[in-house]
T-cell receptor, first 115, second 111 residues
Framework: SAVISQKPSRDICQRGTSLTIQCQVDSQVTMMFWYRQQPGQSLTLIATANQGSEATYESGFVIDKFPISRPNLTFSTLTVSNMSPEDSSIYLC????????????FGPGTRLLVL | GDSVTQMEGPVTLSEEAFLTINCTYTATGYPSLFWYVQYPGEGLQLLLKATKADDKGSNKGFEATYRKETTSFHLEKGSVQVSDSAVYFCALSSRADGLTFGKGTHLIIQP
């Protein structure tokens, strides 16, 4: 099965700064997604990272706050901009399309604490 | 819109007890259904899935059957172990994009 990695695994940031999270897959995939898991909560889809075009954002999430890049079929980044303590969450990337399967597999997550 | 409702915990059981975690859904069309598990301090892992009505997903002794008539996908295991302690998420996929998750059920198995 594929290996999905995220960097950094965790970080502590000051309010007002930005953090870019990387997601790398060791094989090409069709779809990549970004989710947020706030403390003690379920996962919420932020956006679908589209290769070669702008990401598709869910209601409540905007590009200025969460810019996303996907330059190829194995890599994506999510930036959390102008952070506030409310952005403290686990951010997870997921991929779909491994071996043609319509199943999403998740990376290990990035634990973000904003002070 | 799509939604998933699952029993909220924590659910506390003794080792070797029978487990049921209820999950019901609302969706347009014919969604695929999933159970994911999150062990303490770890990422989200796919536990099992079912893609059409009456399909049964199974893995590691866990089972769930896709019941279209009751819009349910309850998770069951005949004899739980301490190592099954985790948070379990029911999820569905009905569009060509992300998953819709339930709120998660925290399962605690006591020796």
């Amino acid at each position: 099965s594929a290996v999905i990695s995220q960097k950094p695994s965790r970080d502590i940031c000051q309010r007002g700064t930005s953090l870019t999270i990387q997601c790398q897959v060791d094989s090409q995939v069709t779809m990549m997604f970004w989710y947020r898991q706030q403390p003690g909560q379920s996962l919420t889809l932020i956006a679908t990272a589209n290769q070669g075009s702008e990401a598709t954002y869910e209601s409540g999430f905007v590009i200025d706050k969460f810019p996303i890049s996907r330059p190829n079929l194995t890599f994506s980044t999510l930036t959390v901009s102008n952070m506030s303590p409310e952005d403290s969450s686990i951010y997870l990337c997921s991929v779909e399309g491994l071996a043609g399967q319509e199943t999403q597999y998740f990376g290990p997550g990035t634990r973000l604490l904003v002070l | 819109g799509d939604s998933v409702t699952q029993m909220e915990g924590p659910v506390t059981l003794s080792e070797e007890a029978f487990l049921t975690i209820n999950c019901t859904y609302t969706a347009t069309g014919y969604p695929s259904l999933f159970w994911y598990v999150q062990y303490p301090g770890e990422g989200l892992q796919l536990l099992l899935k079912a893609t059409k009505a009456d399909d049964k997903g199974s893995n590691k002794g866990f089972e769930a059957t896709y019941r279209k008539e009751t819009t349910s996908f309850h998770l069951e295991k005949g004899s739980v172990q301490v190592s099954d302690s985790a948070v379990y998420f029911c999820a569905l996929s009905s569009r060509a994009d992300g998953l819709t998750f339930g709120k998660g059920t925290h399962l605690i198995i006591q020796p």
